[in-house]
């Protein structure tokens, strides 16, 4: 299975604090598990406005956790471009796209997500 992590769960898994289990389970196992770089751009956006803090970069984060970085892509672009209005977060939005151009499974805790049609775990 290939994973990518919505941006809250990069965060919550960099802090240590608790998963589901079968999230937990699921980034353990994974065959491929996945940061967007709209996640890094998501995270220095809320961390530059004093609403996050972190010990360490997002690249940090990532490549001690054993993830790979998902660049964004003018194909994620252009899925973005047909998705109908359901979320209007634009970050979450980037991540649909990316999860349906990749084949990927989401892990979020956001419900709306599901509605894209994209398989996801909660988290």
């Known amino acids: 299975m290939r994973l990518l992590l919505d941006t809250h769960v990069v965060i919550w898994w960099d802090a ?3 998963l589901s289990a079968t999230a937990n389970k699921a980034i353990h196992d994974a065959d491929q598990v996945f940061v967007s770089a709209a996640s890094a751009w998501e995270i220095a956006i809320k961390t530059s ?3 996050i803090s972190s010990t360490r970069s997002i ?3 990532t490549d001690e956790s054993g993830f790979d970085e998902l660049p964004v892509t003018f194909a ?3 899925q973005l471009a047909v998705l109908p209005p359901i979320h209007r977060d634009p970050f979450d939005r980037m991540l649909i796209a990316q999860a349906m151009v990749e084949g990927l499974t989401v892990v979020t805790r956001d419900n709306a997500l599901q509605q894209y049609g994209v398989v996801t775990i909660k988290a």
Do not use: E, I, V
Request: no cysteine; proline share 0%; hydrophobic share 35%.
């Open 59 to 61: 690249a940090q984060a």
């Open 49 to 51: 406005l004093g609403k």
């Open 16 to 18: 240590g604090n608790r």
């Open 76 to 78: 994620h672009s252009a």
